[in-house]
C-alpha cells in the first residue's frame, strides 16, 4: 500500500537533509535531492552527520558558509579561501526552502570560460532497444505495480532500458526545446517508471500518472518518452466517457440506452452520417437532456413519446431555449426513426421558426481603447491586431502556422483566406517573431504563437491562452472581430459578395452583415437634419 491515502497531498515539513522549511514531495528538497545524485554519503567534517558531501562538507554547511559570504564579493574565491569558509562554520541558520541564497556570495571556485559550478555533463551515449537474446521472459502475467512505493536501485540505474530512455529523451529535448530542469525531471520519472523493468512489460497510464503527478514530474514528457519506445499502454478513461455517464445519469435504462446511441453515432458518424464535433455532441446532449429527464418519470422507451408531449414541454420555454431544444429533438427523433427505434417522427411538422437576427452595432471608441491598454505583451498585441484588423477567429489564430506567414511578399493565411499585411500587423509580428526567438531559440512547434507549456510541444495553443488577455473587456476579441467586418460593410457598401470575398464568409453570414450596415446606414440618414431649399443660407 502506498505511505498516503489516495488525493494526500504532503504539508509542508523539514528537509532531512538541509532541515530547510518547505512543501516538496520525499524526504529531501529538490535541491537536496539533485545534491545527493551526484555525491556520496560520507560523514560531514563539519556537523559530523552522514550525508552526501562535496569537499568532505554536507549541503546544510555550503549553505552556512555562503550565508557569512561578503555581500560585496564582486568575484569567485579561488578553492583555499572556499575551504576556509567551510572550516570557518560553527554554526547553522535554519532558513525556508528556496531562501537561503544571498545574491553575490556564492562560493563555487571559478572554471574556464567564467561560468561558475561543475561544468555541465556530457550527453548519453547513443543507445538502442536492448537485445531480447538471452533474456527471461516473464512467466506469468504482468501484476499491477505500485511505484509509490519503488525506487531505483544501483541495478536499475544501469539497466540498458534506462540508458536508452534517457537517450530518447536528451534527443526529444534537443529537437522540442525542453530545457534542463524537463530534462532532469523525465529522466526522474523514466528512472521510476522503468524501476524492475523487464521485457515484455507494460507501463500502464493508470499506474504511472499519480505517482509522478505528486512528485511534481511532468507526466506528458514522460510519457512521450515511453510511447516512443513502445512500451506504454494508455488506460486512462477518455473524458467524454465520463461526461457522458454524467449526462445520462437519471434517465430511464431505455431511453438511457437510446439517449446513449444517438450520442455515440453522433460522435463517431454512422453509415449516412460524418461524425459531428465534440462541441456539437456536447451541445446537442445538453439541450435534449431536460425533455429525457421529464419523460423518464413517465416512460420507458422513446418509442413512447408522442406529439403532445413534445408540444407540451416546448410550451414551458420560449426564445433560444425553446428553439435549441427543439432543434437537439428534431435532430433525436429524426435519428430514432432512420434507426428504427420509433414508428413515426414525433417532432415532424414542428417548424422551428426562422430566427430573427438583431442589427449589430459597431463597439464605441472607449471600449476599443481599454482593449487596446489592456494588451501589454507581444504575443497580445499580435493577437489583438489578427482579430480587430483581418477578423480572425480565437481558433483560426491559435492554428497559425509559421509556414503561414510570408513576409517577404508581407502576406498572412489565415484559414485559406490570404491576407495582405498592413503596416501595423507587420510590426508587430516582427516584434513577436524576434521575443519569440529569444524566449524559445530550440522550440520545435511551428505554431505561430506558443507559450511557455506548447514550447516544449507541437501542439497549439488553447482558446482560453488566446483570449485571455481580454477577458472581462467590453472589445472581446470575438467583438473585435464582428466590429471589424461591420466596419467593412459600412466603409464599402453593403454588399454580401465583396464582404464574403474579403473574409471568406458564408452566404448567409455576408448577408446578415450587409443587412445590418443598411440598416445602420439609413439610420443614420434619417439622423440628419435636412436641408430646407429655401434657406439660401443653410449650408
Known amino acids: 500500500m502506498s505511505r498516503y491515502p489516495k488525493g494526500y497531498r504532503k504539508a509542508a515539513d523539514s528537509c532531512n537533509s538541509c532541515l530547510a522549511w518547505g512543501v516538496f514531495s520525499g524526504r529531501l528538497c529538490p535541491t537536496c535531492y539533485m545534491f545527493a545524485r551526484s555525491h556520496e554519503d560520507a560523514s560531514c567534517e563539519g556537523c559530523r552527520r552522514l550525508l552526501p558531501l562535496k569537499w568532505n562538507y554536507c549541503r546544510l554547511c555550503w549553505c552556512q558558509a555562503r550565508l557569512n559570504a561578503r555581500p560585496d564579493a564582486g568575484q569567485a574565491e579561488v578553492d583555499g579561501e572556499v575551504r576556509a569558509r567551510l572550516k570557518a562554520v560553527s554554526h547553522h541558520q535554519l532558513f525556508f526552502m528556496g531562501l537561503h541564497y544571498r545574491r553575490g556570495s556564492a562560493l563555487s571556485a571559478p572554471r574556464f570560460g567564467g561560468g561558475r559550478g561543475a561544468p555541465r555533463k556530457p550527453p548519453p551515449a547513443p543507445a538502442s532497444r536492448p537485445s531480447a537474446i ?80 505528486a ?52 460522435r463517431d458518424g454512422g453509415p449516412r452520417s460524418a461524425p459531428r464535433q465534440p462541441g456539437t455532441v ?189 477577458r472581462g473587456q467590453d472589445a472581446t476579441l470575438e467583438r473585435l472581430r464582428v466590429d471589424r467586418q461591420l466596419e467593412e460593410a459600412l466603409a464599402q457598401g453593403p454588399d454580401p459578395l465583396h464582404l464574403a470575398e474579403v473574409f471568406g464568409l458564408d452566404e448567409k453570414t455576408a448577408m446578415r452583415y450587409a443587412d445590418s450596415a443598411r440598416a445602420l446606414l439609413e439610420q443614420a440618414a434619417e439622423q440628419q437634419p435636412r436641408r430646407n431649399p429655401l434657406d439660401r443660407d443653410a449650408p
Open 134 to 213: 538471452g533474456s527471461q521472459r516473464p512467466l506469468f502475467e504482468q501484476l499491477a505495480r505500485d511505484y509509490t512505493r519503488t525506487g531505483p536501485n544501483p541495478g536499475d540505474l544501469a539497466s540498458p532500458w534506462l540508458a536508452w530512455a534517457k537517450y530518447l529523451a536528451h534527443r526529444f529535448g534537443e529537437t522540442r526545446g525542453w530545457g534542463r530542469n524537463i530534462g532532469f525531471a523525465v529522466n526522474r520519472g523514466l528512472s521510476i517508471a522503468l524501476t524492475g523493468y523487464v521485457e515484455g512489460d507494460v507501463i500502464r497510464h493508470s499506474e504511472i500518472f499519480a505517482p509522478l503527478r
Open 215 to 266: 512528485l511534481d514530474i511532468p507526466v506528458g514528457h514522460t510519457v512521450t518518452v515511453l510511447q516512443e519506445m513502445g512500451i506504454f499502454l494508455d488506460d486512462s478513461t477518455p473524458s467524454f466517457e465520463s461526461w457522458l455517464t454524467e449526462r445520462l445519469e437519471g434517465l430511464a435504462p431505455g431511453i438511457r440506452a437510446e439517449a446513449e446511441r444517438w450520442t455515440r453515432t453522433l
Open 282 to 470: 456536447w451541445l446537442y446532449l445538453n439541450r435534449a437532456r431536460p425533455a429525457l429527464l421529464d419523460w423518464s418519470a413517465r416512460y420507458d422507451h422513446l418509442r413512447e413519446v408522442t406529439r403532445e408531449d413534445i408540444l407540451t414541454h416546448l410550451k414551458t420555454l420560449q426564445g433560444h431555449p425553446r428553439r435549441d431544444q427543439l432543434i437537439a429533438l428534431r435532430a433525436l427523433f429524426a435519428w430514432a426513426k432512420r434507426a428504427g427505434l420509433v414508428f413515426r417522427n414525433p417532432t415532424s411538422r414542428i417548424k422551428v421558426g426562422q430566427y430573427e437576427y438583431g442589427v449589430l452595432q459597431p463597439l464605441a471608441p472607449d471600449q476599443v481603447k481599454r482593449s487596446v491598454a489592456t494588451a501589454a505583451t507581444p504575443a497580445a498585441r499580435l493577437i489583438l491586431a489578427l482579430a480587430a484588423v483581418h477578423a480572425a477567429r480565437v481558433a483560426q489564430i491559435a492554428s497559425l502556422q509559421l509556414d503561414d506567414l510570408d513576409t517577404g511578399n508581407r502576406r498572412l493565411t489565415i484559414a485559406g483566406q490570404v491576407h495582405p499585411l498592413d503596416e501595423l500587423t507587420m510590426t508587430l509580428l516582427t516584434t513577436w517573431l524576434a521575443h519569440r526567438r529569444t524566449r524559445w531559440p530550440n522550440t520545435a512547434n511551428r505554431h505561430l504563437l506558443i507559450n511557455n507549456q506548447t514550447a516544449t510541444r507541437t501542439s497549439r495553443a488553447s482558446n482560453h491562452w488566446i483570449s485571455a488577455s481580454l
